[in-house]
Every structure is written in C-alpha cells, then in structure tokens.
C-alpha cells in the first residue's frame, strides 16, 4: 500500500512509499483509511534534527485519522466490526491511570514511551491503513463526513481540551480572544460559540484567517497591530480580556496576550512557536495571572466533539488533496498557504 513516511531526520518533506499492509495480531484493529488531516506538527517532526525527537524512522505520518474498521485482531473486542470511526491518538502507555481513564494525553510514562501517538513515532494514517492497538482509541462518527471527522482528533479535540479549562472564567459578559485562525484556531471559536456565552474576538496576521473567523463565528476579527492591545482594552471598557487562547505560541503573540489580560486573566499557550514568558513577583505579569500548556485532549472530550459535530455545531474548513499529493500539501502548509486544515483522501 501506499504510504507518507517520514524516513530520515531533516529532510523537511516526506517520502511517499510503496509497504506491505498491516494485518492485526492480538487486539488490535486495522482501519481503512477514509481521511487524514495535516497538521502544522507534522511540519515540525519533518523538519526536525536527528534527537530532537524521541521517535525512530521510518514511520508513516497522520495523526488525524477517520476510517472504517475493516478487520480485527483474534483477542480484539467485536462490537466494532465494520464501524466506521475516528482514532484517539495521543496513544499512552495504557497500563498507567491516566490511560485508563482515557487521559492518555497525559501518560505518567509519556517521557519514556519513544513516541507521541499514532503517526507520531508510529505507523499514522497517511496510508491506505493503519492498524490501532485496541478498540478503545476508536470513536464511532455514524455519517459524518471523513474529511470533516479526522480533524477533529487533533484540530478540533486540542482546541475543545484548551477551552476546557478556561469554563470557569468565560461565564455571561466575559470576552476571550484566539490568537491564530487556522485549522485549530477557526474550531475553536466555534467551540467556544458552542459551549460559552463568551464574546470571542479572533486576532490573525493574514487577512484571509480574518474572512474564516467571521464565517466560525467570531464576534470581531482584526489584523494584529502595533496598538491591538490598547485596542482589546478599549473593547473591553478598559479592563482587559478573561482568556487568551494563543495558537502560535511566539514572543509577539505571548506579550500581546499578557498585556490584554485583566487581573486573574488566564492564558491558554497552545502553539509551539518558540516564545517564553519571565515569571518575577512583582513583575510584568497581571496579578492572579494564570497559564496553562494543554497538550492534545482526553478520549471522553474526543467523544464530545464528536457529538457536537455531529449536531452540526462544528463545521471544519477543509482542503482536500489525494494521498499521493501528499508534498504538494505539506508545501501549501509550510508556506501559509491553507485555508483551515489540509485533508488527504485516498487516490481515486
Ligand atoms: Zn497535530
Ligand atoms: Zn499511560
């Protein structure tokens, strides 16, 4: 079958190969793969140098995975035989608590496993299939579309886990702004309009991220500017925004989103853009500020954005390009060039 792989460190694109096709032993599930979604991560991991990432090439990418279950292991559980589904993928070790709890995102032995989930250190979706190692990564999407469930493993279940811990602060007339409307940003004002009573205020450097904010549902959507964080005070009759969700994770957007903060504010750092933050008492830093750094969600939140797009609250904007233009995809990607998130279907 055909297959994206990652095969060397550094090389910065990926090989399309020709391998045997999985077949399951044990209790595991192999998937025909209907849609794998392209994630600005999977950027990082093929631009990353040899030991900067605990995993072993080769390895298939694609970790937003949605498929049919097309054959199962002899120990594995029937119940989802012929199902179609989406893939939990920050795969644990799952022997730890967090993992039985379906907190696998959270494994106590993450550190010592060698890899991050599914095409992240193993074998992903970018393939005709993909085997998974126990029915309890697979939740069920009935009718939904592939293109629109595969995001919503990663793009939609990070923005919807990120959101999660901010329900305390975002009650009637709180206002909280998402920095970065791409393929995680534009889910989350849409789960944020979903699930909180929020004023959403959406901030982008690319004026087309703008046009996808509004059509997500955000209350205001501007460039970002020299003065957009007096401008955010104003809207805010002075006092400064409840949360601030930053999907890019830079030096800019860090100190736009400290100083747009009210005292007890909350910051949600989701991108990985190589930002820091100086924690000093007294400093710069509003007072009772707090900061979380969610990775990836939990296998019952996955259930729940699920539900919420199969009620139609959720509409991913999607791109889609055949497996084997796979490079052309990860181009668009790299360059800034995708509207929302990147989808590979099988070749027709
Ligand atoms: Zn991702
Ligand atoms: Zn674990």
Redesign the pocket.
């Known amino acids: 079958m055909r297959a994206v792989r990652l095969t060397a460190w550094g090389r910065g694109r990926p090989t399309l190969a020709d391998v045997e096709p999985p077949a399951p032993r044990g209790r595991e599930v192999l998937v025909r793969v209907e849609a794998a979604g392209l ?4 950027v990082h991991v093929l631009d990353a140098a040899a030991g900067a990432l605990p995993y072993q090439p080769p390895f298939t990418l694609g ?2 995975v949605a498929g049919h279950v097309e054959a199962l292991g002899p120990d594995a559980d029937r119940t989802v035989t012929g199902e179609r589904v989406v893939v939990y993928g920050p795969w644990g070790c799952g022997r730890c608590d967090r993992c039985a709890a379906g907190r696998d995102n959270y494994c106590d032995r993450r550190a010592g496993l060698g890899w991050h989930g599914i095409g992240l250190g193993l074998d992903g979706g970018m393939a005709e299939y993909v085997l998974v190692p126990s029915i309890r990564h697979l939740v069920p999407i009935g009718e939904l579309a592939a293109d629109q469930a595969a995001p919503l493993s ?2 939609a279940l ?1 923005s919807y886990h990120a959101i999660a811990g901010l329900r305390q602060v975002l009650g009637e007339g709180s206002a909280v702004v998402v920095i970065g409307v791409g393929g995680l940003g534009h889910l989350a004002v849409q789960v944020l309009r979903a699930t909180t009573p929020s004023r959403v205020l959406a901030l982008d450097v690319r004026e087309a991220a703008l046009t996808l904010a509004h059509r997500s549902g955000a209350h205001s959507a501007t460039l970002v500017r020299a003065d957009t964080g007096r401008r955010l005070r104003e809207a805010t009759g002075g006092r400064g925004v409840d949360a601030v969700l930053d999907f890019v994770g830079g030096k800019a957007s860090l100190e736009l989103a400290t100083a747009s903060l009210r005292p007890g504010g909350e910051l949600v750092v989701v991108g990985s853009g190589g930002g820091h933050l100086t924690v000093r008492k007294p400093g710069l830093l509003p007072p009772g500020f707090r900061l979380s750094l969610p990775f990836w969600g939990t296998r019952p939140e996955l259930a729940e954005v699920v539900a919420l797009a199969r009620a139609g609250a959720l509409h991913v904007e999607t791109e889609q390009f055949p497996l084997s233009a796979a490079e052309e995809a990860f181009e668009l990607l790299r360059n800034g060039a995708m509207r929302g998130r990147a989808v590979l279907v099988p070749d027709p």
């Open positions: 994630c600005q991560s999977d970790h937003e990663d793009a990070t």
